[in-house]
T-cell receptor
Framework: AQSVTQPDIHITVSEGASLELRCNYS??????LFWYVQSPGQGLQLLLK??????LVQGIKGFEAEFKRSQSSFNLRKPSVHWSDAAEYFC???????????FGKGTSLLVTP | EAQVTQNPRYLITVTGKKLTVTCSQN?????MSWYRQDPGLGLRQIYY???????DKGDVPEGYKVSRKEKRNFPLILESPSPNQTSLYFC??????????FGSGTRLTVV
């Protein structure tokens, strides 16, 4: 069965600092990997996704993620965080052997001045 | 505009009173699903549908029903809501290339 682990429940970073959110997945076949962001009171917005090819994926809002098969990881990064990046971030895994999109429990990002 | 539309956005109801949350998509997607989001638990799939008249249980189907009589609509039915179904609900549809589109969410409170 596929699953996603986001080890960090909360992360606090200073504005302008770099950010890395961790995501580890378990999936028996080729994983399709996603990062979503949810601002307070809002729906889910897709930041980026990985299906195949280049393991470094560029997304919106200056985010990127790197797929590392050997570590079963798909960590999200941003070189310089803005106050507007404060939100909940969800990693998700799906694949061609199933129809569900399995989400991690989320990481809440707080950005301090 | 391509979108998934959920209604209502907010709903407060009493225990045992049947309710339906509607979901409609205008992208001709075959696959649709429902998720609930709870603090500390992330999003969990309730039911999904691969096409008209084809539905199946997700991870947390107890207390919910769905129907898929036409491709665009996928309503979520709570026949006897209970307080533990208080949650934020999301409908989603998916294209053949695994592009998911989520609705804006329905915040349900059962008292």
């Amino acid at each position: 069965a596929q699953s996603v682990t986001q080890p960090d429940i909360h992360i606090t970073v200073s504005e302008g600092a770099s950010l890395e959110l961790r995501c580890n997945y378990s999936y028996g076949a080729t994983p399709y990997l996603f990062w979503y962001v949810q601002s307070p009171g809002q729906g889910l917005q897709l930041l980026l996704k990985y299906f195949s090819g280049d393991t470094l994926v560029q997304g919106i809002k200056g985010f990127e993620a790197e797929f590392k098969r050997s570590q079963s990881s798909f960590n999200l990064r941003k070189p310089s965080v803005h106050w507007s990046d404060a939100a909940e971030y969800f990693c998700a895994v799906g694949g061609d052997s199933g129809y569900a999109l399995n989400f991690g429990k989320g990481t809440s990002l707080l950005v301090t001045p | 505009e391509a979108q998934v539309t959920q209604n209502p956005r907010y709903l407060i109801t009493v225990t045992g009173k049947k309710l339906t949350v509607t979901c409609s998509q205008n992208m001709n997607h075959e696959y649709m699903s429902w998720y609930r989001q709870d603090p500390g638990l992330g999003l969990r799939q309730i039911y999904y549908s691969m096409n008209v008249e084809v539905t199946d249980k997700g991870d947390v189907p107890e207390g919910y029903k769905v129907s898929r009589k036409e491709k665009r609509n996928f309503p979520l039915i709570l026949e006897s809501p209970s307080p533990n179904q208080t949650s934020l609900y999301f409908c989603a549809s998916r294209d053949r290339y695994y592009g998911y589109t989520f609705g804006s969410g329905t915040r349900l409170t059962v008292v």
